[in-house]
DNA sequence: CTAGGGTTAG
């Protein structure tokens, strides 16, 4: 409403004879004018919270707060609110502490904001705020989750002889992860080989960040390539770099070989984990296999590996599809557990399957167990 | 959020 018909409202009501009516009348004017919804008052009063609480430094140490805050207003594209409270932290000493300034950078990574990234990065300096090779990173890792990946290369061909940073591991590896990300896996290992001329060995960062990408992409052998050169050059696999072969070979339905490959890695001293027992149990999901995926499952809790939000998400949906609807059941109960959360739909599917069987006293249980959360 | 991680691979 355009303000001359707002005069013209309250020019009518002011002849009202009662004071009170009138107030409300003129709100509610006001509140056509200059509309407030409910969820952006909830993040007004976030913002004003936040900054309130951080301008005690003792809570400028709870980074889980930070992320969580930045995180929400992110998924609610409250991005105005999220440069708000980060620019807000600028007023405080901690600014000049590169750690510091290097979180900050990383949240407005973590909210897709690589300009913002940029921009405080850029005003390290007048901040009285070191700026190494970490920030510059920071700054990479920033675009990386941004998935601003042209900004990425940009910077790193820029930056460094511009600000005399020298780029280390991280900042290769960064850019390695940044061309796989946008397909690229060839120029990828081309960057693998320029940092040897650099005088940086890749290691197993590169080599895991490279394999996943030729996993992913189903090129099997070149990935076995690169595992042999891996080898080679004297670089130890952890439990990533097995557990990016163990995808593989499922994705290239070699099951029998990706189980081979989890008992190979408990004689080789690296434990496997979640990712490890999700991989292979994938593989026994997609043949059908509801026997042996039950026996991984056993496997994977007596390796003391808590079955997590992808594994329930997994096998919960595939017994039902296998009419197994008392596994299903066992497994939202572990499920609860292990404080796990299950989407409600496959609750409701596991429910309706026993009640269907006749199984009421399960699927009441069930119900309750899901209402509890 | 409520302990605490300066940057990279789920």
Not at 120 to 146: I, K, M, Q, Y
């Amino acid at each position: 409403m355009s303000s001359t018909a707002f005069n013209r409202l309250r020019g009518l009501f002011s002849k009202s004879p009662s004071p009170i009516i009138t107030t409300i009348k003129a709100n509610r004017a006001a509140e056509i004018r200059a509309p407030i919804s409910s969820k952006d008052k909830k993040t007004l009063s976030l913002v004003k919270k936040f900054k309130e609480t951080t301008d005690n430094p003792r809570f400028r140490r709870y980074h889980h707060y930070y992320e969580a805050t930045v995180l929400r207003l992110a998924r609610e594209q409250h991005f105005s609110a999220i440069r708000d409270i980060l620019e807000h932290q600028k007023k405080y000493p901690d600014i000049m502490d590169q750690k510091f300034a290097v979180r900050l950078i990383c949240l407005y990574g973590k909210a897709k904001m690589a300009d913002d990234a940029q921009k405080l990065f850029d005003e390290l300096p007048s901040l009285n705020c070191e700026r190494t090779v970490v920030s510059f990173n920071a700054l990479l890792g920033a675009c990386v989750n941004s998935k601003n990946f042209n900004k990425v290369t940009e910077l790193f061909k820029e930056l460094p002889e511009k600000l005399s940073i020298e780029p280390d591991i991280v900042s290769y590896n960064t850019v390695v992860k940044a061309l796989c990300d946008v397909g690229s896996v060839d120029s990828a290992s081309v960057v693998m080989n320029e940092m040897e001329s650099s005088n940086i060995q890749p290691d197993v960062v590169t080599f895991n960040t490279l394999l996943d990408a030729f996993y992913k992409n189903n090129r099997i052998e070149e990935a076995e390539k690169l595992w042999c050169l891996m080898e080679k050059k004297n670089v130890l696999a952890n439990v990533r770099t097995y557990n990016s072969r163990l995808r593989g070979l499922v994705a290239d339905n070699r099951v029998s070989d990706a189980a081979e490959l989890i008992e190979e890695m408990g004689k080789k001293g690296v434990k496997p984990d979640n990712y490890s027992f999700n991989a292979l149990m994938k593989g026994f999901v997609d043949v059908g296999n509801l026997e042996e995926a039950k026996v991984w499952y056993k496997k994977m809790m007596r390796n003391g590996c808590g079955p997590d939000r992808a594994t329930f998400g997994m096998l919960i949906p595939f017994a039902c599809d296998k009419d197994d609807f008392d596994y299903a059941f066992e497994l939202c109960n572990d499920a609860v557990k292990a404080k796990q959360s299950v989407y409600n739909s496959v609750v409701q599917r596991v429910a309706d399957g026993l009640v269907e069987r006749s199984k009421n006293n399960e699927a009441q249980k069930l119900m309750k167990m899901a209402k509890l959360k």
